[in-house]
C-alpha cells in the first residue's frame, strides 16, 4: 500500500497528455489543474499503466515525438509517485470485475481504479468523467475543470 494517511490524488494519463500538449484545447486547464493539485494534495500518483498510455498516445501518429514523450516521463516520475501495476492490483481488478459491469477497453480505466484502492488512493483527477462514472462511491471523481 502506498499510502500512509494523508490527501492523495491520483491523474489520469489524459491529464498528462492534455498538459504538455501546448496545442491542445484543453493544456491550460490541465495546468491549472495540475498546479492546484500540488497545492491540495500531500501526494500525487501516476500509474506504469499511465506512464505506458501516455508513451502510446504521444507517439501514436507521431514516433519521432518517443524521445520528448520519454522526457516528459523522466519529469512526471521526478514529480509523482509511481505505482506498480503488480499482482495485488491485478486481484483488485478481477475482484472489482465481480461487482463492477466493464470489458473492452474499460478494461484500462477499471484497472486504475483498482490500482488506486489498492494503494488506498480515492481521488482521481480525470478530464474523463464519463469513463469512470461506474464507479462512484468507490473513488471521488475530480474534474479538470
Known amino acids: 500500500m502506498a499510502m500512509t494517511g494523508g490527501k492523495a490524488l491520483f491523474i489520469d494519463t489524459n491529464i498528462l497528455i492534455f498538459a504538455t500538449d501546448v496545442d491542445s484545447p ?21 500509474s506504469c499503466q499511465v506512464l505506458r498510455e501516455y ?3 504521444g507517439t501514436r501518429n507521431a514516433v519521432e515525438r518517443l524521445e ?4 516528459n ?7 509523482y509517485t509511481v ?8 486481484e ?9 459491469r466493464f470489458g473492452g477497453k474499460q478494461v484500462h480505466d477499471a484497472n486504475i481504479v483498482a490500482c488506486m ?4 488512493i480515492s481521488s482521481l483527477l480525470t478530464h474523463n468523467i464519463q ?13 479538470m475543470g
Open 26 to 46: 484543453f493544456h491550460d486547464s490541465a495546468i491549472a489543474a495540475l498546479t492546484a493539485a500540488a497545492k491540495g494534495y500531500e501526494e500525487l500518483f501516476v
Open 55 to 57: 508513451l502510446a498516445s
Open 68 to 71: 520528448e514523450m520519454a522526457l
Open 73 to 79: 516521463i523522466d519529469e512526471f516520475r521526478k514529480s
Open 83 to 90: 505505482l506498480d501495476d503488480d499482482s495485488a492490483c491485478l
Open 92 to 100: 483488485r481488478l478481477v475482484s472489482l470485475s465481480r461487482s463492477v
Open 117 to 120: 484502492m489498492e494503494n488506498g
Open 131 to 143: 469513463d469512470f462514472k461506474r464507479f462512484e462511491g468507490m473513488i471521488d471523481l475530480i474534474a
